[in-house]
């Protein structure tokens, strides 16, 4: 559905709204998206996210008043949403169902995996680290692991 309020400018509108998507087994992906009430049928909508038929969360809108005098659609508040998945199949069947009311919409959903940490530059850091502190307990030329330092 067209409508300039929207994030996009476009969204999807509807009571279930389902993807399939290619993902890797064990990954972890980062999901987020906008919603909004359709509130001609309720002041806020209850979305359950789906994962392969489970319901993986519960998100909820903040509750508006509806205006008959105004546009539904011109009145959407929309919300930005943000989870993390772990995949569990080369599919998964990702799907937003709304469990209060009769629709609501949705818009700019992305799902990303999430970047694996770089351990590198901590174990770098703690190389040298160990570098230094060999050469400021040594600093004397005795290497004796047990030697007394007096100055």
Do not use: C
């Amino acid at each position: 559905m067209n409508n300039p309020n929207a994030p996009t400018g476009r969204f999807g509108l509807g009571g279930d709204i389902s993807q399939s998507l290619s993902t890797q087994a064990g990954v972890v992906y980062s999901l987020t998206f906008d919603a909004a009430a359709d509130l001609f049928f309720g002041s806020y909508a209850n979305i359950n996210l789906d994962l392969n038929g489970i319901v993986s969360k519960t998100f909820s809108t903040t509750p508006h008043t509806y205006n008959a005098q105004i546009n539904r659609y011109d009145q959407m508040q929309w919300q930005s949403f943000s989870t993390e998945f772990t995949a569990t199949s080369t599919t998964t069947l990702l799907e937003f169902d709304d469990v209060n009311t009769y629709d609501f919409g949705l818009d700019l959903v992305s799902v990303v995996p999430v970047p694996e940490p770089d351990i590198m530059p901590l174990s770098l850091f703690f190389l040298i680290l160990t570098l230094i502190w060999r050469r400021w307990r040594h600093k004397d030329g005795n290497t004796s692991p047990n030697a007394l330092h007096i100055t």
